[in-house]
């Protein structure tokens, strides 16, 4: 909290807390919610100032590698790997996904409009519009129902419990957790989710719940509710693999005593189509080695990775689920 003779910039409040003036280059530097991005911006007494905290000092440098699945039309793919966040967090704006892509194409940050996020642990297709134009003729195409995205997720459960296909369709709110997100929760809004159970495991999780076994989803989120595969998911008995936020399993016992810990979310966008400058895009990003390998372990069979992207979700009359 600013107190008189703390200073009159937002550098001078950032030297006295003993930070680096690079905090607010990185953006991590805050006025209440919002970012600061200038260090001459003038403070006043009472103010909230926050400075979040730096990137670990082995790892700050060195940007991961982002594969660049097209760029054209006013539009650019991308693969975005887990344990990355899709816009700047508290953590600062340099190490973010949209930050790496713009450098990446020699674009300055703010002409990247964010058309759909994937949460830090989910990995795959980001698409980002890079004009007006583009960002006006996605969003048209997601309210016309051809925006296509197909993720993959992996959960533990009961077997029966989620089998063959079906519809989701619980209001998504707020949890009393204000990062997280709850069915029918405060000013829940409604939610549409496609799901087909594409595959079972042959090995069980003995330390899960009874006979858990492995199950891979093909999912088409049809809304665009924040974690909303997530919860969806978790309320239907099956949280994904991973997902410590919604129950998800984070440690699985094999019947052999070989013991998984998965480090992100088993949940992977593998497939976008959008309507470029010219007609349909498609964008497919490669199974995360993590997924395969756990997806082996629990007694996966590996051409259902290819299954699960090529088959069909139900359509949205048929709503038995």
């Known amino acids: 909290m600013?107190?008189?003779?703390?200073?009159?910039?937002?550098?001078?409040?950032?030297?006295?807390?003993?930070?680096?003036?690079?905090?607010?280059?990185?953006g991590r530097v805050f006025i209440g919610k919002k970012r600061?991005?200038?260090?001459?911006?003038?403070?006043?007494?009472?103010?909230?100032?926050?400075?979040?905290?730096?990137?670990?000092?082995?790892?700050?440098?060195?940007?991961?590698?982002?594969?660049?699945?097209?760029?054209?039309?006013?539009?650019?793919?991308?693969v975005k790997p887990a344990g990355l966040p899709t816009v700047p967090d508290h953590a600062g704006s340099a190490h973010s996904l949209v930050a790496i892509v713009a450098r990446s194409i020699g674009a300055k940050t703010e002409y990247l409009r964010v058309t759909s996020r994937l949460d830090?642990?989910?990995?795959?297709?980001?698409?980002?519009?890079?004009?007006?134009?583009?960002?006006?003729?996605?969003?048209?195409?997601?309210?016309?129902?051809?925006?296509?995205?197909?993720?993959?997720?992996?959960?533990?459960?009961?077997?029966?419990?989620?089998?063959?296909?079906?519809?989701?369709?619980?209001?998504?709110?707020?949890?009393?957790?204000?990062?997280?997100?709850?069915?029918?929760?405060?000013?829940?809004?409604d939610a549409t989710t496609r799901w087909r159970t594409i595959a079972t495991g042959e090995s069980s999780a003995t330390n899960v719940g009874p006979q858990a076994i492995a199950v891979m989803l093909a999912v088409d989120p049809v809304t665009g509710r924040t974690h909303q595969i997530r919860v969806h998911a978790s309320n239907a008995g099956a949280p994904l693999i991973g997902d410590r936020d919604y129950g998800g399993p984070t440690r699985i016992v094999l019947p052999n005593g070989r013991i998984l810990a998965p480090s992100r979310i088993a949940l992977h966008a593998a497939r976008v189509i959008v309507p470029g400058a010219r007609g349909l895009v498609e964008a497919r990003a490669p199974i995360p080695a993590e997924l395969m390998e756990t997806w082996s372990a629990l007694g996966g069979d590996a051409g259902a990775w290819e299954r699960a992207i090529a088959s069909e979700t139900p359509p949205l009359d048929s709503r038995h689920a």
């Open 2 to 26: 600013v107190r008189p003779g703390d200073g009159r910039t937002v550098a001078d409040i950032v030297r006295r807390a003993g930070e680096s003036p690079a905090a607010i280059e990185d």
């Open 120 to 189: 830090r642990d989910v990995s795959g297709v980001v698409v980002f519009a890079l004009d007006p134009a583009a960002e006006e003729r996605l969003r048209t195409a997601r309210a016309e129902g051809r925006y296509q995205r197909r993720y993959i997720g992996l959960a533990l459960t009961p077997a029966g419990t989620l089998a063959g296909e079906g519809i989701w369709d619980a209001p998504i709110g707020r949890a009393p957790d204000p990062r997280l997100r709850a069915v029918r929760g405060p000013d829940a809004k």
């Open 36 to 78: 600061v991005t200038r260090a001459d911006q003038l403070v006043a007494a009472g103010d909230a100032v926050r400075i979040g905290p730096g990137r670990p000092p082995e790892s700050s440098h060195v940007a991961p590698n982002v594969e660049i699945l097209f760029h054209e039309g006013g539009l650019v793919a991308c």
